[in-house]
C-alpha cells in the first residue's frame, strides 16, 4: 500500500525511488536559490516552505499539517488534536545555543507535523537555524545511521546522546554546497522508506 501521490505510483519501492530522486532535486534547488537563508529560521513557517518544495511535485500534502495520527514503532507522534498547539510551542522555544537548538529539533520531532518527509524537512531545517544562529552545521557524514535513530528515538525522554552526536559532527563550511548535499544524499541511508502506522479520524 503506498500512499496517494500526483505520479500516480502504486508501487512503495517505485515510489520511495521517485521520491529520493525528487526531494534530492529539490534540496538542490533550494539551496542554490537562496531561498532557504530568506526564510526564518527555526519557524514552523520555514518548515513548511521546506517541505512543500521538496514534495509538492508528489504529494498534494506537501507543506500541510497532517490530518490523521501517525506512530512509528511503539512510539506516538503528537496526536492531531494538539498538534497545532504542539507546533505553536515549539515555534517559541529559545534557539540561540547549540543545546538550545537541538532540544527544539527534538521537539520538533516528536510534533511530525507532516504525514510523510518529516525527517528530510527537518534536517534541512535544523542546519538552517544552526547556521543563523551559531554559523555551523552538521556533517551528516560523521552520523552513524544506527547511533542517529538510537538517539532520536530516546531523545523525548533523554536527549543528551543525540546532542553528544551532533556536537562531534559540526563544522563551520556553512555555504558549502557539497557539505550540504551530504545531508540531502544521506536521507534515506538515516530514514529508508518509513512506513509510519495511521488511524484515522473519526467524524
Known amino acids: 500500500m503506498t500512499l496517494d501521490n ?4 502504486l508501487d512503495s519501492v517505485e ?5 529520493e530522486k525528487i526531494s534530492k532535486m529539490k534540496a538542490l534547488e533550494l539551496f542554490e536559490s537562496g531561498s532557504l537563508d530568506e526564510m526564518q529560521a527555526g519557524s514552523f513557517g520555514a518548515l513548511q516552505e521546506i517541505h512543500k518544495a521538496l514534495f509538492e511535485d508528489l504529494y498534494d500534502f506537501a507543506g500541510v499539517i497532517r490530518d490523521v495520527n501517525i506512530a512509528k514503532g511503539n512510539f506516538r507522534f503528537t496526536p492531531v488534536m494538539y498538534l497545532e498547539a504542539a507546533l505553536g510551542n515549539v515555534e517559541k522555544m529559545p534557539q540561540t ?3 538550545e537548538i537541538v532540544e527544539k529539533y527534538v521537539e520538533m520531532n516528536v510534533a511530525h507535523p507532516f504525514r ?13 537555524i544552526f547556521k543563523k544562529e551559531i554559523k555551523q552545521v ?5 552520523v552513524d545511521k544506527d547511533d542517529y535513530l538510537l ?18 559532527a559540526m563544522t563551520d563550511r556553512i555555504n558549502d554546497r557539497e557539505m550540504y548535499m ?8 538515516y530514514e529508508g522508506y518509513t512506513e509510519y502506522k495511521t488511524e484515522k479520524l473519526k467524524g
Open 138 to 142: 552538521v556533517d551528516w557524514s560523521k
Open 97 to 99: 545555543t547549540f543545546d
Open 116 to 128: 510523510e518527509g518529516n525527517g528530510r524537512s527537518m534536517r534541512i531545517w535544523l542546519d538552517q
Open 15 to 19: 515510489l520511495a525511488k521517485a521520491e
Open 151 to 168: 538517539a532520536m528515538e530516546r531523545s523525548p525522554i533523554k536527549d543528551i546522546e543525540i546532542k553528544h552526536i551532533l556536537k562531534n
Open 6 to 9: 500526483k505520479l500516480k505510483i
Open 182 to 189: 551530504k545531508g540531502i544524499d544521506h536521507s534515506y541511508y
